[in-house]
């Protein structure tokens, strides 16, 4: 045991640490040191606390779980302005009758920062960390964060069709360019990327002229894929082909781009994305709710591709819980396979952190409790009367918790919740603004 | 309006009431108020508490949804000792494997009674005010229900195993009998009843027996029924012909049987249950995490069969959330028919409050707000991040919210929760009591 330590800023001691380094490692009565945002060191065994010195936070773990914060791999956070707006409706109606007329007249730069501070909110709630967010009037997404001390990806949306914050085509690579070059070195908390909506509300053109940007700064391309039998008829209509191989030959499909959804593939599509280390955003909840259909996950699995896992906006889920997208994944794919062993409790927490931080390109520095990664941590109590008694932690984080048990969040070594309550904003004032907003959807 | 009325013990004030009288109904800003464990009467308008008299207890419900407590129709209380002992297997294996030799090993009147203690604690906080059991040592799950103030249908199980608590064919007139009488006058709480685990675990004279005794006395007969295809192979092999119809030939099928699971049905099975106005107890969680399959449930609706949700036994789910079992039953039942209109909101809720009532038999007493019937009713909290902005209470309660947002619970007109704190039982100890359980499973 080394304790040639500096004093740590947090010190963690007490309970279950998973580090999911390796995943599936349990480390019973750890203590965790948190030094300048990062995790310095662990050691086991029960260690008086003030052996490390003047620690200015001790946070006693007796009872938790203790793990890395998950990863929300597909999001659209401005989108609770809108949640439980439309229901039980197929995904092109509530598409195209609801959402999209909804956005075009409700969404603007405050509604954006309103829906994603209440996002965050809500997602620190129930211990997610990192969120990707693909949207319009990105920027705001990326203020909020930071505000509430929250990591995201933040990509900046485009979609070809004209209610929202762009307007023609020979403005697309200006803005591109002109987001990632404001965002890339703006805060440790922020990553920007770039988003177009899909192979179907995006031209051709728009999906190179972005992905080209994308891959000069080296930052994700992002875009949903293959989400609806529709799609694929659209997209055979207009290019005669299916919907991967349709990015495939725009050259579109590399390591650094994250498709969500891919539900409809066949093996051979399956074989492009591995072919092309493409990572897949899993969202379990919303494919479901819209009837959307079943992403070939244990397939993926077996091709090495890389799944996080995603909640989607929350006008399709309808909360960005991914506790309850854990035990979705679980379940879904054990019933849609017969096979109740295709997708294990702990694989899908390796989905929900780690996994997730591949997904995003980020597993060098989030997604696992190790030295030197940022220190971006969850607590979650064990004892209440549904997680009682405790035979495995990772079984009760995918079949038995919510993202209520969760106690405590720290990202980047700054305490953001504890004890249920966010320390970095005005809960009352973020849930009324975003009230008042939906005061005026309803009124039409 | 009618303001005669005695001096309520309990008056309800503001929120938003869903009556379900008849489901869908909306009330904003009712009274209700509660008289010798009834409800008396419902008012609208914000009317001065004092109006009423010298009230016992005035609860204020504004921002919550005032609704029916919730109806588990199927559960196995005492199987929270082994809640997460085994995960990820099939269903033939988790039983035969792990479930029933720790059943036969630790099951017994103390861990029986510890555990449904526990699960009547877990069930409460999540907003379930009736629960029906099937399980051994069923006298112990009465005993701790009447100590905790909750509602439940005990069925005294029966199996053709040797390792519970009979032994002999002879014995089981006379248990099922002794079981019936025992309780039937007991408590305004308790109704009892009959449980065979299955058609494949039961004897036709087994089965024949049970249901006898169940049809003198007019008690509930419950059973497991085509869960899996092993099941369909089993019976075919020695019945030679599909459980259904093995049911009905030896004539089990009528409106006071409850059968739990109904995968593996065909249309002819489907119309047999329907003649029969059989009741469904729909468990998606369970059946998706052991694989089992997906019961036709549109199908029933379409039939008029009567269908309640169950969370199954928490060995099998992993808890005993009613609200995750809302959300699964609409999200599973959209993706498995590729058509996100087949299930709505509103109708899960019917099934998860009014209709389980029809389930067990006790529809003219629980299940919807309405004066006459049982004070059974829980307030969920919308101010919360995940619950905001709101549109629809239906949408929010099966999409959107979890069994941690239910602040009050009250049982025959006695609060026996209230802002997440269980009044009639010291939690600690309940879940100490399974603890110690647990480490000798674990010792084995």
Redesign the interface.
């Known amino acids: 045991m080394n304790t040639q330590h500096e004093t740590p800023d947090i010190l963690i001691t007490g309970g279950t640490l998973l580090t999911m380094a390796p995943p599936g490692e349990i480390v019973e009565d750890p203590v965790i040191g948190i030094r300048n945002g990062k995790i310095d060191f662990i050691e086991k065994g029960k260690i008086p606390a003030g052996h490390y010195g003047a620690v200015r936070e001790i946070v006693d773990a007796s009872g938790c779980i203790v793990m890395p914060g998950l990863v929300n791999v597909h999001a659209h956070l401005a989108m609770?302005?809108f949640?439980?707006?439309a229901?039980?409706?197929?995904?092109m109606t509530?598409l195209n009758d609801h959402i999209f007329p909804a956005e075009a007249r409700f969404i603007n730069r405050r509604s954006v920062y309103a829906g994603a501070m209440?996002a965050i909110?809500?997602m620190i709630?129930?211990g997610t960390t990192t969120f990707c967010d693909g949207y319009f009037f990105e920027g705001e997404v990326g203020r909020a964060a930071i505000a509430a001390g929250m990591r995201g990806v933040i990509a900046q949306g485009f979609i070809d069709l004209p209610v929202l914050d762009q307007s023609g085509h020979s403005e697309k690579t200006a803005i591109a360019k002109r987001f990632v070059k404001r965002w890339r070195d703006r805060s440790p908390l922020i990553t920007p990327a770039l988003f177009c909506h899909s192979p179907y509300t995006c031209s051709p053109e728009t999906l190179r002229i972005v992905k080209d940007v994308a891959r000069r700064y080296g930052v994700t391309f992002q875009i949903h894929l293959s989400e609806t039998r529709e799609e694929i008829r659209m997209i055979r209509e207009r290019h005669g082909k299916k919907p991967v191989q349709h990015l495939h030959d725009l050259d579109l499909l590399d390591q650094n781009t994250i498709a969500a959804h891919c539900i409809w593939l066949d093996d051979e599509e399956l074989d492009l994305l591995a072919a092309g280390r493409v990572k897949v955003a899993h969202d379990p909840?919303s494919?479901?709710?819209?009837?959307?259909?079943?992403a070939p996950v244990p397939g993926m699995l077996r091709r090495g591709i890389d799944v996080g896992l995603g909640t989607d906006g929350?006008a399709s889920?309808?909360?960005?819980?991914l506790f309850?997208e854990m035990?979705?994944a679980?379940?879904?794919h054990?019933?849609f396979?017969?096979?109740?062993?295709?997708?294990?409790?702990e694989r899908v927490v390796e989905m929900a952190t780690i996994g997730g931080a591949r997904v995003l390109g980020m597993a060098d520095r989030i997604g696992s409790i190790v030295p030197g990664k940022e220190a971006d941590i969850i607590l979650v109590d064990m004892?209440k009367?549904?997680l009682?008694?405790?035979?495995?932690p990772f079984?009760?984080l995918v079949?038995?918790a919510?993202?209520?048990?969760v106690v405590m969040s720290i990202i980047g070594g700054r305490i953001v919740m504890k004890d249920r309550r966010l320390l970095q904003m005005d809960?009352a004032a973020?849930?009324e603004a975003?009230?008042r907003?939906?005061t005026r959807?309803?009124s039409g």
Do not use: F, Q
Not at 287 to 294: I, R
Not at 339 to 345: K, W
């Open positions: 609770t302005c949640r439980g707006l229901d039980d409706l197929p995904l509530w209440l909110a809500e709630l129930s909840e494919n479901m709710k819209l009837g959307a259909g079943v929350c889920n309808n909360n960005l819980d309850g035990g979705m679980a379940k879904l054990k019933v396979s017969g096979n109740p062993t295709v997708l294990t409790a004892r009367p549904h009682t008694p405790l035979y495995h079984s009760h079949y038995a919510g993202g209520a048990d809960l973020v849930m975003v009230r907003i939906a959807v309803k």
